[in-house]
């Protein structure tokens, strides 16, 4: 869907918060970030129900997430979607902002470096699914690659993963703003998002009310696997399998390609930020040509 810029709304206050974000930058060391970031992911455990998941806990240093908090307050680094829905994002390059070389050096770390790192450590942490689904698949004749390359392909940065036409793997990058409510129902991506990771930028707890809705496969069913990027599922065959919590430097990743979830608001909706990756496999890695 197009994005279009938001009124970018030029102030002194503006341009300190921007001084502000640059300073705070500036002490960041980025290996030592990466190095944190990825070690949440090592001491994390899977937890096998209803499918596989984790969740991260403190998987930021505190200057990193401080910097990602201001960076988030930068209103015009987002585009906002056709339509007015309330979904704005933040995707390089798509940037929306005159911004100092510090700001341009964290999100391009954020995009081309920390997100593939991250999404390489997440895919050996659920090394034995991912090999799992690509054995199904190809019993199928719907993945045409060994199952080993669930480890080996390359993962590439993708700001439009979905128009990647390849048989490698991506890693998308996008920081996410809500500011009015939606539902979507119980669904799933069964086969080319293979994990997906949200992680939340707040200062406290208080948004804990949000979350995602986790389902179960009632016992005898189960849909029929296909090439639909995006599939409804029928909620007679579901039973719900408990939720998540939108905290504070934290993160929730899951499987997606055997995951069901569901996303409905808390009774008081708030604005929120989030930052989404996600793992994907190129298109011809399916026979998609």
Same mark, same amino acid.
């Not at 890693?171 to 992680?199: K, N, Y």
């Not at 949000?210 to 696997?225: C, Q, R």
């Given at each position: 869907?197009?994005?279009?810029? *938001?009124?970018?709304?030029? +102030?002194?206050?503006?341009?300190?918060?921007? +001084?502000?974000?640059? @300073?705070?930058? =500036?002490?960041?060391?980025?290996?030592?970030?990466?190095?944190? /970031?990825?070690?949440?992911?090592? %001491?994390?455990?899977?937890?096998?129900?209803?499918?596989?998941?984790?969740? &991260?806990?403190?998987?930021?240093?505190?200057? $990193?997430?401080?910097?990602?908090?201001?960076?988030?307050?930068?209103?015009?680094?987002?585009?906002?979607?056709?339509?007015? $829905?309330?979904?704005?994002?933040?995707?390089?390059?798509?940037?929306?902002?005159?911004?100092?070389?510090?700001?341009?050096?964290? /999100?391009?770390?954020?995009? =081309?470096? &920390?997100?593939?790192?991250?999404?390489?450590?997440?895919?050996?942490?659920?090394? =034995?699914?991912?090999?799992?689904?690509?054995?199904?698949?190809?019993?199928?004749?719907?993945?045409?690659?060994?199952?080993?390359? *669930?480890? $080996?392909?390359?993962?590439?940065?993708?700001?439009?993963?979905?128009?990647?036409?390849? =048989?490698?793997?991506?890693?998308?990058?996008?920081? *996410? %703003?809500?500011?009015?409510?939606?539902?979507?129902?119980?669904?799933?991506?069964? /086969?080319?998002?293979?994990?997906?990771? &949200?992680?939340?930028?707040?200062?406290?707890?208080?948004?804990?009310?949000?979350?995602?809705?986790?389902?179960?496969?009632? +016992?005898?069913?189960?849909?029929?696997?296909?090439?639909?990027?995006? @599939?409804?599922?029928?909620?007679?065959?579901?039973?719900?399998?408990? %939720?998540?919590?939108?905290? %504070?430097?934290?993160?929730?990743?899951?499987?997606? $390609?055997?995951?069901?979830?569901?996303?409905?608001?808390?009774?008081?909706?708030?604005?929120?930020?989030?930052?989404?990756?996600?793992?994907?496999?190129?298109?011809?890695?399916?026979?998609?040509?």
């Amino acid at each position: 869907m197009p994005y279009q810029p *938001m009124e970018i709304v030029r +102030s002194a206050a503006k341009d300190l918060e921007i +001084s502000d974000l640059d @300073s705070a930058i =500036d002490v960041i060391d980025f290996s030592a970030a990466k190095d944190h /970031v990825i070690a949440s992911v090592q %001491r994390s455990n899977i937890e096998p129900e209803p499918f596989p998941y984790v969740i &991260l806990k403190n998987v930021f240093d505190s200057k $990193t997430y401080d910097a990602l908090l201001g960076l988030v307050a930068l209103d015009g680094l987002f585009y906002t979607e056709e339509g007015g $829905t309330g979904y704005t994002i933040l995707r390089y390059p798509q940037t929306n902002y005159d911004l100092s070389t510090n700001i341009c050096a964290f /999100v391009e770390f954020l995009a =081309d470096d &920390l997100t593939p790192a991250l999404l390489d450590a997440l895919r050996r942490k659920f090394s =034995d699914c991912l090999f799992n689904w690509a054995e199904e698949l190809r019993r199928r004749g719907l993945y045409i690659k060994p199952t080993e390359a *669930m480890l $080996t392909t390359e993962i590439r940065t993708e700001h439009h993963p979905y128009e990647a036409l390849h =048989d490698g793997m991506s890693a998308q990058f996008e920081i *996410m %703003r809500r500011t009015q409510e939606f539902v979507i129902p119980p669904h799933c991506h069964p /086969v080319r998002e293979l994990l997906i990771g &949200l992680f939340p930028i707040v200062a406290d707890d208080s948004l804990g009310d949000y979350g995602t809705e986790l389902f179960a496969m009632k +016992s005898g069913g189960s849909p029929d696997i296909d090439l639909t990027e995006f @599939s409804y599922i029928a909620p007679d065959l579901l039973e719900p399998a408990g %939720r998540t919590r939108f905290l %504070r430097n934290s993160a929730f990743v899951m499987l997606n $390609t055997a995951g069901v979830h569901a996303y409905k608001p808390p009774p008081q909706p708030r604005p929120r930020n989030y930052l989404y990756t996600t793992l994907m496999i190129g298109a011809y890695a399916l026979g998609q040509r």
